[in-house]
């Protein structure tokens, strides 16, 4: 598999953050190389570098086959697993973009990505998009709605400022300001949490949702928020990106499932991305997109449809 050398650098309310990935595939002999903005260097997958499978070519649905294109939903604020880089600064980039160039390859599509606003996309699948891929933690409310296709582990992550200034206790945030990205799964936590500090006579918590983690992060470095609260695998980036403003407050928690999203009425086409993802781990593609961008832990045995969850 050859990958494509690249650096980038993004910018949100006059914020420069710049994003990196420091573990590096040794492809120099099938890479080029691009700089923006100085940046460090990461690796984006080349998806001509990945093989058509006959059997899961012909599994997809005629109307998406037709015209050879995966239309992908995602919402490109939430590096390193979506976000705008490469030399004209609109490239989509990350660890998902990387997975679904290389499951639309595999199928002998080529993903063709819309950028949306998270909240959007569940709801607009299959009139107008036939995939969602932007980090969705699999809950069993979107199970109502969509289908899924495991392919990752997440977690979520409460981050606040360096060395934790307003002494900030996750499990006791009553009367705080945190921040959340609009529509995911640690707003609706977050927002629980708020229901039972008013359940216990205590303050609610003030929950700003915005809709880009980008901005998110940015409110919390200029002392606009208490916290943020993100899945585990952004959170941890903004804290490593943010040249040392910023830092995880206590572990991970709520370990959970990530998910591919498909309309619910296309199960068939859930089964033809599950059946390329669990191909892409056989031979390895999988595992060298995320150690190329440092996610091996987030690494799933097998993708499933549906998979069982315990998270509402």
Do not use: H
């Not at 910018?11 to 460090?40: E, H």
């Amino acid at each position: 598999m050859c990958l494509k050398k690249v650096q980038i650098m993004q910018k949100r309310n006059g914020l420069a953050l710049v994003l990196a990935a420091s573990i590096a595939l040794s492809v120099a002999s099938c890479t080029t190389s691009q700089q923006v903005g100085g940046a460090t260097s990461t690796e984006s997958l080349d998806p001509a570098s990945v093989s058509r499978d006959e059997q899961i070519s012909a599994s997809v649905p005629a109307d998406v086959r037709a015209d050879g294109i995966l239309t992908v939903a995602t919402d490109p604020t939430y590096a390193p697993a979506e976000f705008l880089g490469g030399a004209d600064g609109q490239t989509p980039m990350g660890f998902d973009i990387d997975i679904a160039n290389a499951v639309a390859a595999r199928m002998g599509l080529k993903a063709e990505f819309q950028n949306a606003d998270f909240a959007n996309i569940l709801p607009s699948l299959g009139p107008k998009y036939d995939l969602g891929v932007s980090s969705f933690t699999v809950t069993s409310t979107r199970l109502k709605a969509v289908n899924f296709v495991s392919y990752l582990a997440g977690g979520t992550q409460w981050v606040v400022q360096k060395d934790n200034p307003k002494k900030v206790d996750s499990k006791n945030a009553c009367g705080l300001k945190i921040g959340v990205e609009t529509g995911t799964l640690q707003e609706t936590a977050v927002r629980k949490q708020s229901d039972d500090c008013v359940a216990s006579a205590k303050p609610a918590i003030e929950v700003l949702t915005l809709t880009n983690q980008t901005d998110v992060t940015t409110r919390l470095i200029n002392g606009g928020l208490d916290a943020f609260v993100a899945m585990s695998a952004a959170a941890g980036y903004a804290v490593s990106e943010t040249g040392g403003r910023l830092e995880p407050l206590g572990d991970a928690i709520d370990p959970s499932l990530v998910g591919i999203a498909v309309a619910k009425d296309n199960e068939p086409l859930a089964t033809a991305v599950a059946a390329a993802v669990n191909s892409l781990i056989a031979d390895g593609t999988y595992g060298n997109i995320l150690k190329a961008w440092g996610q091996e832990k987030t690494a799933l045995d097998k993708a499933e449809v549906n998979p069982p969850t315990t998270i509402q």
